[in-house]
Nanobody, 121 residues
Framework: VQLQASGGGLVQAGGSLRLSCAAS????????IGWFRQGPGKERDVVAA????????YYADSVKGRFTISRDNAENTAYLQMNSLKPEDTAVYYC???????????????WGQGTQVTVSS
């Protein structure tokens, strides 16, 4: 499956952004989707993941209550709504698809290109 992430940008602290991950190729609904981020000098970590059905989701503690992951299988697209953004959310955000369990150990198999999110203080 090919993934295309979009929606990043520059936003002030406290603002919101919605990232999109558009899929093509294989059957989108066969895969869970995860959003990862990699800040400067940091490792790439999973911030949110959602099962193929949308019924199971996972959030890293650092984003819980502020970010919401969702998907529209009819549109072959997943989303990450990011509210109350903080400067520490600044990173390149990636979406990934895989059949891995949706939890803190979620790992991507197919990857999209990153989209930069910059939060100014």
């Amino acid at each position: 499956v090919q993934l295309q992430a979009s929606g990043g940008g520059l936003v002030q602290a406290g603002g919101s952004l919605r990232l999109s991950c558009a899929a093509s190729g294989r059957t989108f609904s066969n895969y869970g989707i995860g959003w990862f981020r990699q800040g400067p000098g940091k490792e790439r970590d999973v911030v949110a993941a959602i099962s193929w059905s949308g019924r199971i989701s996972y959030y890293a503690d650092s984003v819980k209550g502020r970010f919401t992951i969702s998907r529209d299988n009819a549109e072959n697209t997943a989303y990450l709504q990011m509210n109350s953004l903080k400067p520490e959310d600044t990173a390149v955000y990636y979406c990934a698809a895989s059949t891995a369990p949706v939890n803190k150990y979620y790992r991507g198999h197919f990857w999209g290109q990153g989209t930069q999110v910059t939060v100014s203080s």
